[in-house]
């Protein structure tokens, strides 16, 4: 069955350092997996995607991830964090059903704190 | 500007009321799914339709009821079956199925019991 694992539901890193959230995911097809933001109250806003094109892919405020086939991972980064990225952030894979559709699977997602 | 709105952005329900949340989206999105998102938690599916007049039940539809009369319009009611209704409500939208379409949130709408 597929599936998206998010390893930590806590991140919290110093304004200026580097970001990382983990991602890893399992899926019978290739899958297309997403990065999604949310901050307080608000709904989800895409990062960025991969569709199995480059698999560095480059989203918005700096972010990027990698798609890495033989870990079945998709890690977020970004170099430098600013204080506007503390957010909430989702993981999501696009599958194939048996039925013939596609589904999107979301992981608990991460909370991101940034230190002044 | 396109987007998809939800309203009202809060709703109190009394106990055995129906409420029923709209989502209208201006994208010409085929597809548009309700999801509940409790505090602390991820997205759970409540029902998703790929067309016009067919719905499918998502994870936990139970409690809830959606139609789909117009390619626009997505409204969720929540009925009073639903024992805990409190939560943040996201209505969201897509092109039609194929490998990495982009779903797209409105701003969600907070639904508390009182």
């Known amino acids: 069955a597929q599936s998206v694992t998010q390893l930590d539901s806590h991140v919290s890193v110093s304004e200026g350092t580097p970001v990382l959230l983990r991602c890893n995911y399992s899926?019978?097809?290739?899958?297309?997996l997403f990065w999604y933001v949310q901050h307080p109250n608000k709904g989800l806003q895409l990062l960025l995607k991969?569709?199995?094109?480059?698999?560095l892919v480059k989203g918005i405020n700096g972010f990027e991830a990698e798609f890495k086939k033989s870990e079945t991972s998709f890690h977020l980064t970004k170099p430098s964090a600013h204080m506007s990225d503390a957010a909430e952030y989702f993981c999501?894979?696009?599958?194939?059903?048996?039925?013939?559709?596609?589904?999107?699977?979301f992981g608990t997602g991460t909370r991101l704190k940034v230190l002044a | 500007d396109g987007g998809i709105t939800q309203s009202p952005k809060y709703l109190f329900r009394k106990e055995g009321q129906n409420v029923t949340l709209s989502c209208e989206q201006n994208?010409?999105?085929?597809?548009m799914y309700w999801y509940r998102q409790d505090p602390g938690q991820g997205l759970r599916l409540i029902y998703y339709?790929?067309?016009?007049?067919?719905?499918q039940k998502g994870d936990i539809a139970e409690g809830y009821s959606v139609s789909r009369e117009k390619k626009e319009s997505f409204p969720l009611t929540v009925t009073s079956a639903q024992k805990n209704p409190t939560a943040f409500y996201l209505c969201?939208?897509?092109?039609?199925?194929?490998?990495?379409?982009?779903?797209?949130f409105g701003e969600g709408s907070w639904l508390t019991v009182v």
């Open positions: 969201a939208s897509s092109m039609a199925d194929r490998a990495g379409n982009t779903i797209y």
């Open positions: 899926s019978s097809y290739s899958p297309s």
């Open positions: 991969y569709t199995s094109a480059a698999t």
């Open positions: 999501v894979v696009s599958d194939y059903k048996t039925s013939g559709t596609y589904k999107y699977i």
């Open positions: 994208l010409n999105h085929d597809a």
């Open positions: 339709s790929q067309i016009v007049n067919d719905f």
